[in-house]
């Protein structure tokens, strides 16, 4: 490419540090279909006639068909779009020269790398839809399940096994949400940039645009080539997205230890220990929590990279593609491996309930003293120590002898008279986003319409 300004070829330790083929080869359909679309674009400029413009057409389709049949594989090429151009001068010899007529490499990266990632979000949100869906279905087999509810680690009040799964499905419509958001953005164009000042040759860049399904067109050739952005903002989204896969898979490993036993996992997402023939490990959700650190350092790789380049292109920029396949790749093994397990888990309601506690009637006993006038606070306090003397005692906190609760206050016998079943207490909780089936019902409703459409509604 640039043989005519230096004697030499780059050394052999240069060239290994140079060359980025062995990942970025992957962007070989996106430069094809850029490339078309750009002579296309020259031949509207009158760089390309008719039967120049027809042969190169001709010349990538089969030189997409190559690189289909595995031309990449063991290529000598310093990056994808010098390995196109050198097939298309197989393909049709001389006058695949004129090609790269008014285009650098640097708008080519860009244009390409992002068409990529339109394609990966689509596939990404696709995922995430069918990981939603599973929870919604699965929360509606268990909306009868009733566990405690935990904050600090520690028992708080009574809810629904569905209230717990769709707590983890609304980040993922949240997810879904940013992803739109973010692909609006990456869908603009860069191709007619140049290297920083723009093309020397008026190519009609709306047409280019329309042509390869972007939204707009790149206001500033400098800005560009240079901005990354858009792969720093999918990152933060993946990374997001990992977090969140995170903290299901953390309640679902404590729930899956035998000092839990809420569910268990299937056999074949489960797997066994080498020494101990007893064990049953998740390790499908240990390894999911972990990825989430490696999407986290994806993302602050490509900041760090980012953030000492002046505007336009540096060769740093190489590292983006790395980062950013590695992190789509990484959810692309993860997310179905998560939706498998969570298709396939089986709860014990037995031991959920089981699980409960007067003590997490504490918050019930409060709510009937204020009915009854008096303040939260005081009333608070007042459960406070009828929790306090339970302790004492060695008893459940509904099985203090009312006579001693009414000693503490003689409003708090009758209301623990008036306590009902675990049922009557989550039911308590209805207000809209509550533990109450009522609204847990209009949530898996809300998420089964959400899941099933588009993830910018």
């Known amino acids: 490419m640039w043989g005519g300004r230096f004697s030499l070829g ?19 359909p996106q430069d094809v279909t850029a490339s078309k679309a750009w002579v296309h674009a020259l031949g509207r400029v009158g760089v390309l006639n008719p039967a120049e413009e027809s042969q190169l057409l001709d010349g990538l389709d089969r030189v997409a ?7 990449a594989v063991g290529a000598p090429d310093e990056d994808v779009h010098t390995l196109v151009e050198r097939l298309l001068y197989d393909e049709v010899g001389a006058v695949a020269g004129k090609l790269h007529t008014g285009r650098s490499r640097n708008d080519q990266v860009a244009t390409d790398l992002r068409l990529w990632t339109l394609g990966a979000i689509d596939q990404l949100d696709a995922d995430l839809a069918a990981l939603g869906r599973t929870l919604v279905g699965r929360a509606r087999e268990g909306i009868d399940a009733i566990l405690p509810g935990y904050t600090h680690g520690q028992r708080a009040q009574p809810v629904r096994w569905a209230y717990v799964l769709v707590a983890h ?13 973010a692909r609006r953005r990456v869908a603009e164009l860069p191709l007619g940039s140049g290297a920083i000042a723009g093309s020397g040759f008026v190519v009609d860049r709306v047409l280019l645009k329309e042509a390869l399904g972007f939204r707009a067109v790149s206001a500033n050739a400098l800005d560009a080539t240079g901005d990354r952005d858009f792969v720093a903002e999918v990152l933060f989204h993946i990374a997001l997205v990992g977090t969140h896969l995170s903290r299901l898979s953390a309640e679902l490993i404590q729930y899956a230890s035998s000092e839990y036993g809420f569910v268990r996992l299937a056999d074949d997402f489960s797997t066994g220990s080498s020494l101990m023939p007893q064990k049953r490990n998740p390790d499908v959700f240990e390894l999911a929590r972990a990825k989430s650190g490696r999407l986290l350092g994806d993302l602050v790789a490509l900041l760090t990279t980012l953030k000492g380049i002046p505007a336009g292109y540096s060769k740093d920029l190489q590292e983006d593609k790395a980062l950013l396949f590695d992190a789509f790749d990484t959810l692309a093994v993860v997310l179905p491996a998560v ?42 306090a007042l459960v406070g120590k009828l929790v306090r003397e339970a302790e004492r005692a060695g008893v459940p906190l509904d099985r203090v002898p009312q006579v001693v609760a009414g000693g503490i206050h003689p409003a708090l016998g009758a209301a623990l008279a008036q306590l009902g079943t675990w049922e009557d207490s989550v039911e308590g ?4 986003g509550g533990s109450s089936r009522k609204s847990v019902e209009d949530q898996l409703e809300e998420l089964r319409k959400l899941f099933g459409a588009g993830a910018g509604t």
Do not use: C, K, Y
């Open 339 to 380: 939706t498998g397990a969570l298709a396939s888990l089986g709860i014990d309601p037995e031991r959920m309930r089981a699980a409960l506690d007067a003590s997490l009637r504490a918050t019930d006993l409060a709510d009937l003293l204020v009915e009854a006038g008096v303040p939260f606070r005081e009333s608070h």
């Open 169 to 181: 499905a609304w980040p993922l419509v949240r997810d879904r949400q940013r992803l739109a958001d």
């Open 429 to 432: 909780r209805a207000t809209p």
């Open 65 to 71: 068909e190559r690189l289909a049949d595995g031309a």
């Open 10 to 28: 780059p050394s052999e330790a240069l060239d290994a540090l140079n060359r980025s083929l062995p990942v970025d080869h992957r962007l070989w």
